[in-house]
């Protein structure tokens, strides 16, 4: 465990980006959980060099330790639960946050940007962010813009708010040591920058040149360098994007040695100093922490100046508890098929691991990947809790539209998809910071009794109601999908039922993602298409029902922004399911979106009747194709919808 920048990095590679000390176990159907609370480099050894022991221990610090026994139910759920009890839970993000995120190292000048946006609405597919690199600093450093390329950021990021759009800046820890940098004086004047041992400044060289680093640690710090988010904010920047906050740096000038990609030339020296929040200490003891207190700071930061606004901040570092703060995405990952594979399980081990706002970069960061990889790629991230493509300065263009007709429309349908389910995704979130349940699980979290669903890493569940089995490898059109004991299962296009317990090869044509609905679930959905998430309120929603099964389902509504929603300005609609009729709990509107649809999915026939509160409907339309029933409805006032048989 300890935080390093390993880019392109193979399956099972050690460490990585985040040091998260947690696990569950997992036998026969019940679990405990253990989180070993210490930052300094540590080392967990499952049953290697002991087959029947796990060991752990660390570099420094003190043995302590939790654990989590899963409650009476002893269940993967429960530990987690009582995990985020003590290291904190995700906030409810942005709506815009949920949308799709486009990216590129880097969009270089202020032309391209709007012209990558233009072409977004131009060829109706949706997205809600475009994302801003390195390149678009004066001389990389932060919190700046080039005055060349960027001549009027305001004018550019307003026309981007015209279009839907939201804007998201990298900001990077390093600041250029540069007399006649104002924020570097500034930091040095407060003495917010990291010390070597000998208390001399610690300087290290990145994109810059040679650079200060905030001392995270540090109340102040983090204080002064949330502040400096005050002129982007101006500005109208809606996101930011912490990178490079392992620490990692770039070997010295002069630096002969191999360059070893884990070498201690690749991050501060061990022996540097930190304020440790009135515990003084050395790099090595906090170095694991780095990344998740700038993306406090950052967070923080932004609350401070936008206590109306939720913060939307992306973190590449972190340590148990970076949820509070921010997002995660993978880090650099390389367009292969391997990779795209290795997105499921990694997604989903961070999502139990207290991270629910998890993501990788479409397509893979360190190249081009072939239309086919790039396309399967968007549709296994479509659903994932974080959606953005992004790619390195030496990548073939990555945009949706880039590998020509036939793929752009696949990849408009597949993010239409997104946005269709956008209410539902949303609603997990909200579940999310109240119970600490991830939005992206692997099969076993749900299922831990099932030991087959439990060595399942090509598939994953999107709350409780939604199965995913992406295609994740080259030229197949059909796969194996593996449905967990317990549940039954409807097929997303044609509304085939699965029984649970079961697997069945499904086809899967490169236009369709294997989706499957559990029976006795109830999502929302936008029936409308979409251009981003800020049109969905004025558009009627869709109560998708999963025909032939029992449960009840949440529909969480509110402002889409802000923090009203924990005074109580909010509504969830319910809606349960017995086998023979649906119930609904509707709340008073108060300008959410209506419901102004119900659509059952998984009937085998048109039923003999529908009837809403006893009266006979006439106009349902059944399409035999897709087993789907939908029901137009006038207005909100229901509370029952029976199916005649």
């Not at 804007?167 to 040095?188: C, H, L, M, N, W």
């Not at 041992?197 to 949330?226: I, N, Q, Y």
């Not at 929040?277 to 207190?293: I, K, L």
């Not at 939720?310 to 997002?327: D, H, N, S």
Request: aromatic content about 12%; overall charge neutral; proline content about 8%.
């Amino acid at each position: 465990m300890w935080n390093a920048d390993v880019p392109d990095y193979p399956a099972g590679h050690d460490p990585s980006y985040q040091a998260i000390p947690f696990f569950i176990a997992l036998h026969e159907g019940r679990s405990y959980g253990l989180f070993f609370n210490n930052t300094w480099r540590s080392w967990f050894d499952m049953g290697k060099t002991v087959p029947r022991r796990y060991s752990f221990g660390a570099s420094g610090g003190e043995l302590d330790y939790y654990v989590f026994t899963g409650g009476a139910e002893r269940s993967p759920a429960r530990v987690l639960q009582d995990y985020t009890a003590l290291t904190g839970r995700g906030a409810l993000p942005p709506l815009w946050a949920l949308g799709y995120h486009q990216s590129r190292w880097s969009y270089m000048s202020q032309e391209q940007v709007l012209d990558v946006a233009q072409e977004f609405r131009k060829r109706r597919i949706p997205a809600d962010a475009l994302y801003l690199d390195i390149d678009h600093m004066d001389g990389f450093r932060v919190f700046t813009w080039n005055a060349g390329t960027f001549p009027d950021p305001k004018k550019m990021l307003d026309q981007l708010h015209g279009q839907g759009f939201r804007a998201v800046t990298i900001v990077d820890p390093g600041i250029k040591r540069d007399e006649g940098f104002p924020i570097y004086r500034s930091g040095r004047a407060g003495g917010h920058y990291v010390r070597k041992a000998d208390g001399a400044e610690l300087h290290e060289k990145v994109w810059p040149g040679v650079c200060a680093f905030p001392d995270f640690t540090s109340p102040g710090a983090r204080a002064w360098f949330g502040s400096l988010y005050q002129a982007p904010l101006e500005l109208g920047v809606d996101g930011f994007w912490n990178d490079m906050n392992e620490p990692g740096v770039f070997p010295p000038d002069g630096f002969s040695q191999p360059e070893i990609g884990l070498g201690p030339q690749r991050t501060f020296p061990l022996d540097a100093r930190h304020a440790g929040d009135g515990r003084p200490g050395t790099h090595e003891e906090y170095h694991n922490v780095y990344g998740m207190q700038m993306a406090r700071a950052s967070f923080e930061g932004l609350r401070s100046l936008r206590p109306e606004k939720r913060p939307m901040v992306l973190t590449r570092a972190g340590f148990a508890g970076v949820q509070r703060y921010a997002a995660v995405w993978t880090g650099d990952n390389s367009p292969t098929w391997s990779h795209l594979a290795l997105t499921i399980p990694m997604l989903t081990n961070l999502s139990v691991s207290g991270v629910p706002f998890v993501g990788a970069d479409v397509g893979g960061f360190m190249g081009s990947p072939s239309a086919e990889l790039h396309t399967r790629w968007l549709q296994a991230a479509a659903l994932t809790p974080y959606f953005r493509t992004h790619s390195n300065d030496v990548s073939a263009p990555r945009e949706p539209w880039a590998f020509g007709p036939a793929y752009e429309a696949i990849n408009r349908d597949t993010i239409a998809l997104r946005y269709q389910l956008l209410p539902y995704l949303y609603t997990l979130f909200e579940a999310s910071e109240r119970t600490g349940l991830p939005p992206m699980r692997p099969l076993w979290f749900d299922y831990p009794g099932d030991t087959r669903a439990s060595l399942i890493d090509d598939q994953y569940l999107v709350g409780g109601d939604l199965l995913v089995a992406p295609v994740v490898h080259e030229g197949r059109t059909s796969r194996e999908v593996v449905f967990p004991k317990g549940s039954a299962w409807i097929d997303w296009s044609t509304g085939i039922r699965h029984e649970g317990g079961t697997s069945a090869m499904v086809a899967a044509p490169l236009a369709r993602l294997p989706l499957f609905v559990r029976a006795g679930a109830s999502l929302p959905m936008v029936a409308a298409p979409v251009q981003h998430s800020g049109e969905m309120k004025d558009q009627p929603l869709t109560l998708l029902v999963a025909a032939g099964g029992t449960g009840s389902s949440r529909v969480f509504q509110d402002a889409g922004d802000g923090y009203a929603y924990r005074e109580g300005k909010a509504r969830t609609i319910t809606a349960t399911q017995d086998g023979h009729s649906l119930r609904l709990d509707i709340p008073p509107r108060r300008g959410y979106q209506r419901l102004g649809a119900i659509e059952f999915i998984g009937l085998a026939a048109a039923p003999a009747a529908v009837r809403i509160g006893g009266r006979t409907v006439h106009d349902a339309r059944f399409d035999p194709a897709t087993r789907r029933l939908r029901i137009v409805l006038a207005d909100e006032n229901l509370k029952e919808v029976v199916l005649v048989p």
